[in-house]
């Protein structure tokens, strides 16, 4: 089965900086597209942003120009670098397939908060 651990959350201040990373231990990743994702309180996991097998990235709208989501199939490696951070991005982060599969479950995630 396959496994994700994601990093790199921390408390920064407004208009900080994140930079979360996810180490992926699944089967043929460099052929899989993925996402970062966060949940708040209760609610579903949202899609912040998707990076294909060759690189080509998409994000959803509220975090365009803001954040960079990018891979490295050799490390199976996803990373999402967060700038200029608001409180309303403050969440768990998680990273998946997109759309997400039963394999590779749901990791821990990493918190991310901002707040002064």
């Known amino acids: 089965q396959g496994l994700v651990v994601e990093s790199g959350g921390g408390l920064v201040q407004p208009g900080g900086s994140l930079k979360l990373a996810c180490k992926a231990s699944?089967?043929?990743?460099?052929?899989?597209?993925m996402a970062w994702y966060r949940q708040t309180g209760g609610n579903q996991r949202e899609v912040v942003a998707r990076?294909?097998?060759?690189?080509?990235?998409n994000y959803t709208d509220f975090v365009k120009g803001r954040f960079l989501i990018s891979r490295d199939n050799d490390k199976k490696m996803v990373y999402l670098e967060m700038n200029n951070l608001k409180p309303e991005d403050t969440g768990r982060f998680y990273c998946?397939?997109?759309?997400?599969?039963?394999?590779?479950?749901w990791g821990q995630g990493t918190q991310g908060t901002v707040s002064a």
């Open positions: 998946n397939t997109a759309p997400p599969q039963p394999n590779p479950p």
């Open positions: 990076v294909a097998p060759g690189g080509r990235t």
């Open positions: 699944t089967a043929a990743f460099s052929l899989v597209p």
